[in-house]
């Protein structure tokens, strides 16, 4: 089937800290996925992606990481700031076809 | 800013009614998408169309139709509105089918 699931609707975490929000797919013939940041009032943004030819790609205090045996994505954040409390989905790309999971609420503590 | 306009930002409109939502893509971009979010149902994949064709097709009701446009604007029409329609909906460009979209601010959509 076609789904993308997220494993925590919420996550809290100390400012400093590093975050980890994972996700769960079930269409093992997807072959590219996307981490997006969706603030409060505004359209979700690209933070990173990754190929499934790939197992980690890293950002700017971002890391994607991909495990294709288990059907699993992550995204972990360094440094965890304030700015980045926001909403964290993750998302299919099935021929065209992107496929969100149901978000994580990400919160970072002072 | 993503380079992605939508218009209106924000709608208010009767049951039964019809309205028209507007997509500008990102200039070069080809691919336009549009998506419906409301809060029990998350970021949910409507359609997509790539340099004028209807490319992907996700679970969009007989009551909806989007059509791209030769400038490569995008419209998504909504008729006959029922109260569950209200959402945000968002609308996403990207360069081919598999990259990166990037996302528009979304019209929020309230029928009453």
């Known amino acids: 089937g076609e789904s993308v699931g997220l494993h925590l609707p919420t996550l809290s975490v100390q400012e400093g800290d590093n975050s980890i929000i994972n996700c769960a797919y079930s269409n093992s013939a997807s072959d590219y996925f996307i981490w997006y940041k969706q603030e409060s009032g505004k359209g979700p943004q690209f933070i990173i992606d990754?190929?499934?030819?790939?197992d980690k790609r890293q950002g700017q205090r971002v890391t994607v990481l991909l495990n294709k045996t288990v059907k699993h994505l992550s995204l972990q954040i360094a440094a965890t700031q304030p700015g980045d409390s926001a909403v964290y989905f993750c998302?299919?790309?099935?021929?065209?076809?992107?496929?969100f999971g149901q978000g994580t609420e990400l919160s970072v503590k002072p | 800013d993503s380079g992605v306009t939508q218009t209106p930002k924000h709608l208010i409109t009767a049951t039964g009614q019809r309205v028209t939502l507007r997509c500008s893509p990102r200039?070069?971009?080809?691919?336009v998408y549009w998506y419906q979010q409301s809060l029990d149902q998350g970021l949910q994949f409507l359609i997509q169309y790539y340099n004028g064709e209807e490319r992907a097709k996700g679970n969009i009701l007989e009551r909806f139709s989007a059509q791209q446009f030769p400038d490569l604007h995008s419209e998504l029409n909504l008729s006959s509105l029922e109260l569950g329609d209200s959402a945000l909906y968002f609308c996403?460009?990207?360069?081919?089918?598999?990259?990166?979209?990037?996302f528009g601010q979304g019209t929020r959509l309230t029928v009453v």
């Open positions: 200039s070069g971009d080809l691919s």
């Open positions: 990754i190929r499934s030819n790939m």
């Open positions: 998302a299919e790309n099935q021929g065209g076809k992107l496929i």
């Open positions: 996403a460009s990207s360069t081919g089918t598999e990259s990166e979209a990037f």
